[in-house]
Every structure is written in C-alpha cells, then in structure tokens.
C-alpha cells in the first residue's frame, strides 16, 4: 500500500507563493508517474500538472501554466508544486497521486492514478 503525504498548504494572499510537497512511502518512487490535481469548493476535481517518474515529462493545466512547476526529489520520494502568482480562483484542495502504470508521458486524467493523498488545503485571499 503507497502511502502519499500532502503539506505546504496555507493562506496566502494573492500574487503571492507556496510550494506543495507529496512525500511517498513507496521505495520505488522513481518508476511512478506524479499528479497533482485539486478540487474548489462545489467543483469537481480537476486536473493541475504531473511529472514523469524520471522528471523529463511535465504537463500542466492551462489555468497554472507558466505560473506553477511541478518537479520532483527522487531520492527523497518526494513530488514538489511550486506556486507563483496565485490567484483567489486558485483556492482549493490540493491532492497528489500516483500513477502505477510506468507511462512515458504522464497522465492528466485523474481516473488514471492508484493511490490520492489526503489533500492540502489552499487559500489565497483577493
């Protein structure tokens, strides 16, 4: 059983900056495809980037592209969100997953990840 472990949420207010970590329990981390994704209030869960499990593939949503990096440690079996110019419609539960199937280009459907973290909570303030 994989065990992912969100943190590095909070209040910020916006344009300002946070950077989410995903710790895995999981000793061979590196083979896994890494997602991120959230979900607002009254929304559905949607899509934010994904990372391959050697990092030279990187997708990202429209709505936080050229404003967020998604990269990952794999020495520390740790996946990163980097965060820049936040917006208030950036406010949500951020999740990371896990992808069991060793793809070269990750994927950006969430039906397409095993295992979910529990959430970090994002706030950002107008």
């Known amino acids: 059983q994989v065990q992912l472990v969100e943190s590095g949420g909070g209040l910020v207010q916006a344009g300002g900056s946070l950077r989410l970590s995903c710790a895995a329990s999981?000793?061979?981390?590196?083979?896994?495809?890494m997602g991120w994704f959230r979900q607002a209030p009254g929304k559905e869960r949607e899509f934010v980037a994904c990372?391959?499990?050697?990092?030279?593939?990187?997708r990202y949503a429209d709505s936080v592209n050229g404003r967020s990096t998604i990269s990952r440690d794999n020495a520390k079996n740790t996946v990163y969100l980097q965060m820049n110019s936040l917006k208030p419609e950036d406010t949500a539960v951020y999740y990371c997953?896990?992808?069991?199937?060793?793809?070269?280009?990750?994927?950006?459907?969430?039906?397409?990840?095993?295992?979910w973290g529990q959430g970090t909570q994002v706030t950002v303030s107008s």
């Open positions: 997953a896990l992808d069991l199937r060793r793809m070269l280009v990750p994927a950006s459907s969430e039906r397409e990840y095993d295992y």
């Open positions: 999981e000793r061979t981390f590196s083979g896994y495809d």
């Open positions: 990372i391959s499990g050697s990092g030279f593939s990187r």
